[in-house]
């Protein structure tokens, strides 16, 4: 199947600063991306569509400008969470889809943690 | 969007067949089934997908109620790498072809005893 790779797997931060997610397809152009967060014993919860070239989507009651998306290529999209607090603190999975491949199917990232402290 | 009902857990035995079982009495006549799975500590990946008649992959069969209110995944033999949490997920034909998201249940947490 399709490859979708997150950077970094993990990472821990101080509260207050801001901290990037890169999400890319490897082996295939997406012009949309996913965005999820799952925290612990949780599913995964939807946080925003991400569209090649345009401004993302979000979901009812996530801040726009605190988890600040970008999708600057065909195979690249970025989910930077700004002034992160404890509570931000969550498993990030993107995903993407391959319309090469009929597009059903959507192609998970291993995710990033993200620990706030 | 339509719901789906899975069991919160369920075990098995290595090498034994397993039946995870999902309800979705409010199904429309367009929406497709789909089953991901995930791994602890990592992202979901597709299992398997279907609208009307069973269906058969290298990873698991799905059977599909024939008035499609209920749908089964079966894992014909059971491996300790099978552990995960299992989700059933509806997609509206619309959103096949559109490509837009998966909306996530909580899921079937499936343990394999060795």
């Known amino acids: 199947g399709a490859v979708v790779s997150q950077h970094p797997s993990w990472v821990i931060c101080k509260s207050g600063t801001s901290v990037k997610i890169e999400c890319r397809s490897l082996?295939?152009?997406?012009?949309?991306m996913f965005w999820y967060r799952q925290f612990p014993k949780q599913s995964l919860m939807l946080m925003a569509t991400s569209n090649e070239g345009s401004k993302a989507t979000y979901e009812q009651g996530v801040e726009k400008d605190k988890f600040l998306i970008n999708h600057a290529s065909l195979t690249l999209s970025t989910l930077t969470v700004t002034s992160a607090h404890p509570e931000d603190s969550s498993f990030y999975i993107c995903s993407a889809r391959d319309p090469q491949r009929g597009g059903y199917e959507q192609f998970f990232g291993p995710g990033t943690r993200l620990t706030v402290l | 969007d339509a719901k789906t009902t899975q069991p919160n857990s369920m075990e098995s035995n290595e090498e034994e067949p397993v039946h995870l079982p999902c309800n979705h009495s409010?199904?429309?006549?367009?929406?497709?089934i789909h089953w991901y799975r995930q791994l602890p500590s990592q992202g979901p990946e597709y299992v398997i997908h279907g609208l009307t008649s069973n269906v058969n992959n290298r990873m698991a069969s799905l059977a599909i109620a024939e008035d499609r209110k209920s749908s089964t995944l079966i894992l014909h033999r059971a491996t300790l790498r099978d552990a995960a949490v299992y989700y059933c997920?509806?997609?509206?034909?619309?959103?096949?072809?559109?490509?837009?998201?998966?909306?996530f249940g909580e899921g079937t947490q499936l343990t394999v005893n060795p």
């Open positions: 409010t199904i429309s006549g367009t929406d497709y």
């Open positions: 997920i509806l997609r509206a034909v619309r959103e096949e072809t559109s490509g837009s998201r998966l909306t």
């Open positions: 082996d295939f152009q997406a012009t949309t």
